[in-house]
């Protein structure tokens, strides 16, 4: 399956309303155990809630002093320059800064033209400079919080949309990219439609659980469920229409 | 003395009443350097204000794949679950996760039965997932932050109220857990009832002194107090009836 | 230049309005690629915004259990207690821990004499205690975050107004610090004027970039700017008087 | 299956003619990944060549200044002496220093009464002190280095033979430990004899394989082998009647 | 420059026969203060001396479970040793690790293969398996030491010759890399050639001022050399004949 | 007691005789617990066997790029330079270079210097460059092992024989400096006549107890020594006559 195979229609709309926690289990029953992007956390409060979108990444090596000066920025063909004007709406840019933490991957305007061109959201190992102003934006932006030096110090982008590494996730660009409050997880594109149908339909019994042991119920029989509990919430949800 | 020594009635009550800052520097004054959990922060802001409550440990140690699949915890008596059903009222649970901040320590339905069972709190050196539904709720939870992978992917819940080490600090069962905006430190229980009363007593001559200083007082004779200063706060004292 | 050599009467006020990013976009455009304190965070909100002023350090060796007792604190040469009553009104206290996050540089009393004495904010490599009532000051504080455990566990006070590291960063005695909601920035003394100017005109072209992004701009032609846009800017900025 | 399960006869023989190497890619293939302890190195040179045996365990909890004093050696009881005095003949003593390397987990005189004991060797997750002396034994010493300062200061010794983790992987009584000049890896009791097997076979095709190579045969249909490879190795082993 | 761009003849010889830290300051004075390959370290002790020849790159990607599978190999195409079959005479395989010291990346066989291809050596900021029968090998290894598991539990194979990070330094393809028991250094092509002759013509000298040392002179005057020792040099070099 | 008061005679010769685990084991019974230089390994092999010698020390911090060129070393009084010509005879070198292990502290020129002018060694916890050339010196060198970079790129030289931070421990010009095999331990100049002694008698008997150990003693009675084990002890050195 490549980076543009379909999904089903409704598959990113529910991811949009599962936690990263979900889809990690989900991701975890299928034998994946390092899909959440480490080291990074959420700078703004978008209203859209939950990031949601196909990955499109960038590829930063380190800088070398000869290459990367400011006049470096004076090339329209500048990678990073283009990475940003190369994101299709919709998704998201993913950057690869190697998990260095020293310096900032880019900035309030960069940030500003995703946001206009109609970028789904970033990420990025690394953090960002402007965070104050960045913070205020209505747009998710993923980071390893806030930086004043610019990339240049410390990085050189090189490739655009090729697989990479981020927070010690493998990222392959279409793969479908979920970010909450928590932080973000790394969904292979192929697992999409049914880490969504799945992870919705944990979703909906651990509200049941979680009513349950509000209400008293020790964890056994509970919390996993067994067949009684199955059975209460077999019933629950279909009071509900769910 | 032993985890369930009785304390004197009034030093939990105290312990509430005073920061971890000045119990560490009762506790230092003891020869005890090394009693503040490391790399652990208040995630919830509950209406309790400081946690204070005696030690129930869990011990993590590193999951191994085919012992740590999601069908483990269909049984019961996971050390997991059981510990969760086995802190007792009024008592802290206390999570050995060996520092590891890649996945979570439990989630939200697992602090939510500990909040119903009446327990005092929370501390892990792990993270907790779930951690914005969780940093809603009124009970003391102390974590290295949210992240969504779950527990089995790195943790073995293996044994239930054994000495245990936490955040590079030594918690034996029973030992005092006290925890403010700051963190958390770790009080044995056998110099609870002293420091308890100690902290107490430094707490005052620094709410005098930090009059003082905010009315331009310079720091010599001032902090920490000659005579003159412990004189003024002699008077200051009775006059206020503490 | 020396630590006192006097600097043009706008620089302090240029610079209190310019971010730490445009800072060291400018140190780096003049060679210098290590001006940023790491591992620090602003604390505090102060009605004061942008913390501004000259350096006046402190330097910290590692304790030794027989010299860094409680009782050191009874000197009144103590260096730490020193230090304190000896910044200069408008100057910054830097205080070299080496990166140490485990023990706090100092507290609630000593940060309010610092305000008491004029200092213009407290930057140190270390955390604080008493972290809660500090983020209530009206002052600028920088630090690695709150910790209770007093200094003197692993720190021993030696020098003031020295040559010092501090987040990895060279600071000499009289160097210009400036701080906003990103951090810390360390301008040698002797480029204080001329950054500060050239960062002025930088971030009003920046304003300038930042508009036209919003509106729709690509980024090439518009950031960094061709001749174009720096005419249209030129335009935009005799109307607006700049 | 329990920590006293018979193995074959020949398991432990065939285990310490096989490389941590072709272990890894055994169990690698029966879905264990993290089974190698990190952070250690062979410290002797051995005449028995690979340590093999069964893991008796030993677990440290930070040390607390009260209680982990000089005078805590008295006590014959005291877990540190106990477990040397208790690893039962050819078993391996893993001890769990939570990877802490400031401090050294033992010295000559206890790595001495491991030797004449009987025990097959020593694995810590820590150093050793008198590490020169120790380098010069003929006993298979595992650990991080050597490091002067003695266990007291950071480690109390607590438990005796539970599941532990060392260098990050877990460790259970019983469980198989085989090292060579690389490192230490830990076979889960039921799975050694198969493993011991599988990796025989392993290492005789990589025999064949590697003369290949040596002889100027391309990777692609010789590592991993094609069909025309495995047949000539089939005739090669037959011939050397292997 | 390209990476095929001519070197002068002598450059390679020249550069075989100068120290790594010779060519740090070299490229030092060039404004290049990144080029030495962190947290590696020469395994073998090959009868070439240094390592000297042109980079060929190979980028690794954190693995992901369910492509990451021993029969990953079986593709000939597989990059990993697609790359090995690829390394031109004389080049050096040059592979991005990430720095992850936990799994290997490569291990005997590959290692033979690229000797028998006529390699010039392999560094790789991970370590090697077979680590042992490796250090036997004459061929110039360098690599983050020696560790078990295979790279598939870490490791995704995906690029060829492209630029990557190695130990925290920039490596183009057909850059010129010099090794010797210190470590390796990376030296831009089109600077290759300048730094070859000025680093020959730096240790000249300083074979003469480490013989004026030898003999008692003071650094002053020496190292640097004044005029007087620069005319000494003169002296000496003409009778030398250099 | 300062850096010259006057030690017994034979004090420096009773160090020169014992091991670093043995200092440390005396200065932890003095509650001093962190005398051990960390991350610091023996370079060469002198023949004098230990390293004794009091310290005389020298500071860095972060370099800055306009102060620190290569030709900065041009000034006689440039502080790496002149510090190594004032070692007194017989006084170690104990350099701060804040555990930067990314750049050399010096290289062959400046080590042979410093033997030539009758220094007792070098210790540094950074590494040095030339290791190769200096691992064959006659010479005592503790460091972060090799690496080729100047120091110039991360540090400054700024002051000589001042109180400083090595490996996390606290160094007094005049404290007493021992290295074996294992590392270094600094001691307090005050505690070094004590610590001789005391440290000369725990060997003795050490040397019984480990000859018992080898000859099958259990650990309980022997190690530590109970009566009878001190009465034969006792017996044992007054036939050695020692």
């Known amino acids: ?37 480490q080291g990074v956390v959420r700078l703004t409060d978008p209203s859209c809630g939950n990031l949601v979108g196909p990955a499109f990444t960038m ?9 990367d000066q400011i006049s470096a920025f004076e090339n329209p063909e500048h990678p990073q320059r283009k990475g940003i004007e190369s994101v299709p709406p919709g998704h998201v840019l993913v950057i690869d800064c190697r998990g260095e933490t020293r310096v900032a991957s880019g900035g309030q305007i960069l940030t500003t033209r995703l946001l206009v061109r109609g970028a789904a959201g970033l990420v990025s190992d690394g953090p960002v400079r402007d965070s104050g102003p960045i913070a205020e934006m209505d747009f998710p932006v993923y980071c390893a919080g806030g930086s004043a030096p610019l990339n240049l110090i410390h990085h050189h982008a090189i490739d655009l949309n090729v697989p990479i590494g981020c927070g010690g996730v493998a990222v392959y660009p279409g793969d479908i990219i979920v970010g909450d409050s928590e932080g973000v997880v790394v969904i292979p594109r192929h697992l999409a439609d049914e880490v969504a149908s799945d992870a919705a ?7 049941f659980v979680l009513e349950r042991i509000k209400a008293g119920a020790a964890l ?3 919390y996993p469920p067994d067949a009684e509990t199955r059975a209460a919430y077999a019933a629950w949800r279909k009071e509900r229409g769910a």
């Open 1 to 37: 399956m490549n980076a543009t195979t379909k999904l089903k229609p409704e598959t990113l709309e529910k991811l949009a309303r599962v936690s990263t926690a979900t889809l990690c289990t989900q991701l975890f029953k299928r034998g994946l155990r390092n899909v959440f992007i």
């Open 59 to 67: 590829r930063n090596i380190p800088a070398r002093e000869d290459l």
């Open 201 to 207: 339909e944990q979703e909906l019994i651990e509200v």
């Open 220 to 222: 056994p029989g509970t």
